[in-house]
């Protein structure tokens, strides 16, 4: 049956089968219990859909008839000699390697860290097995792993041609493809008139997939850099962080503006805001996550119900904000201005180890009733004034702490155990009447 379906798929028996009802049915019963592979010759390659054959041999002639070369080798997509054809399935995915084509050359670093173990062993990475297996269809492959020097502007980067052929679709792909003729310089760097400034962080960015800009250097002049290159995903990244950055130049904006600015970019990345002006602005239920609010005016701010997840709002002025149900977790707000803000039932507790930093901060005459506070920074932070009924604050950080509160009821966690010893004294004021009974606050007698 094996040998039927290949001579089917070789195209042999074309217009020569019977017309007999028996034996179109054993033709059906044949091709059900057909097993496809799909057969590629590199990773992203589309590949050919095999017919499996009834021995690795003719599984090897059927897919060098496939793909017109000589196949010597199958290997899984973890680079896994595949030598008995019983173990493979319907759809699954191999790599082809072809005669005279398994070793291929590799960096010097991947050489020194394979010296005297074979190719395709178990302590071999599977993306390295498939950079292998691309070389045996494509002789350019090889070449990927060069390194190359270019002069831009008259700075001279040394990098690999693959990390400038990551983004196919970018001209640097184009430039550095088999073919291409470029001008070199007397040390054989490919010359690049453009501004290294500039370069820099696109080099880096198609290193390790991510957006770094040193301090002084424009984000507009990388952005056009990318632009003429045609690095798309660098393009999205760097259009966002200089939009943000000129409305954070633009003054004071409505909700409707600051929506749109939101919209444009994906909550995972950070979206910088230094100083921007959004004083008495409604942004009541917004995600604002990773957001560096650094120096803003957010005075007088409507954040009810918003999600401040990993924003840095140090320095940062939130006089008489309305926060209440906010979740602040993992945010840095040192020397933070919270003076008259109400943060009722807010969120604040650490979460994956990682606290809310609220060093040094102004919370006089805050409202933080019913809000979760367990493990937060609270170092030389002034709540003089405050309101904390109902409060968790166990395990937080309060050395040097002011904490002359207005009421502390019953139902707060005691604070005492968690509070250093160097803390000299707590004040609690009511007016007129004097404090409630605290029947479960324990007063501990602290000694250095």
Request: charged share 20%.
């Amino acid at each position: 049956a094996n040998k039927f379906m290949s001579m089917v798929s070789a195209g042999l028996l074309i217009n020569q089968v019977p017309s007999s009802p028996h034996f179109s049915k054993s033709v059906s019963s044949v091709m059900s219990q057909a097993v496809r592979i799909n057969v590629v010759r590199f990773p992203g390659d589309k590949g050919k859909v095999v017919l499996l054959g009834s021995s690795l041999q003719e599984t090897l002639e059927i897919t060098s008839g496939k793909f017109g070369a000589e196949i010597v080798e199958l290997l899984s997509l973890k680079g896994a000699v595949i030598d008995d054809v019983r173990v493979l399935r319907d759809w699954d995915t191999i790599v082809a390697v072809t005669k005279d084509h398994t070793e291929v050359p590799a960096s010097p670093e991947r050489c020194a860290h394979d010296h005297g173990q074979p190719h395709g062993s178990a302590s071999e990475p599977a993306d390295f097995v498939l950079r292998r297996t691309a070389h045996c269809l494509l002789p350019d492959a090889a070449s990927r792993c060069d390194w190359v020097k270019l002069n831009v502007g008259g700075k001279v980067f040394a990098t690999t041609r693959a990390t400038l052929t990551s983004d196919r679709s970018s001209m640097l792909a184009t430039m550095f493809e088999p073919g291409w003729s470029s001008i070199t310089d007397g040390g054989g760097a490919y010359l690049i008139d453009r501004s290294p400034e500039y370069f820099e962080p696109l080099l880096n960015f198609l290193r390790h997939g991510k957006l770094i800009i040193n301090e002084g250097v424009n984000p507009q002049g990388v952005l056009e850099e990318a632009k003429f290159f045609g690095i798309s995903k660098a393009i999205e990244l760097l259009e966002a962080l200089v939009q943000s950055e000129e409305l954070s130049s633009s003054g004071h904006f409505t909700r409707k503006e600051f929506l749109r600015m939101l919209s444009s970019t994906s909550s995972a990345s950070m979206l910088r805001c230094q100083g921007i002006d959004l004083e008495n602005v409604d942004l009541s239920y917004f995600d604002l996550r990773n957001i560096n609010f650094k120096c803003a005016n957010l005075r007088g701010c409507n954040l009810s119900n918003c999600d401040l997840s990993n924003c840095v709002l140090e320095r940062a002025d939130l006089s008489n904000a309305n926060l209440d149900g906010a979740i602040i977790q993992c945010v840095y707000m040192q020397r933070v201005n919270l003076e008259g803000s109400t943060m009722r039932g807010c969120t604040m507790g650490e979460r994956l180890g990682n606290i809310t930093n609220m060093e040094g901060a102004n919370l006089k005459a805050v409202l933080f009733d019913n809000s979760q506070m367990n493990g937060i920074n609270l170092r030389l932070a002034c709540l003089k004034g405050a309101f904390l009924r109902s409060c968790n604050l166990r395990y937080a950080i309060m050395a040097g702490t002011d904490l002359e509160v207005k009421l502390l009821t019953e139902q707060c966690i005691p604070l005492i155990p968690v509070l250093p010893p160097h803390l000299l004294s707590l004040t609690f004021t009511s007016s007129p009447s004097p404090p409630p009974p605290l029947p479960h606050l324990h007063l501990l007698s602290l000694t250095s």
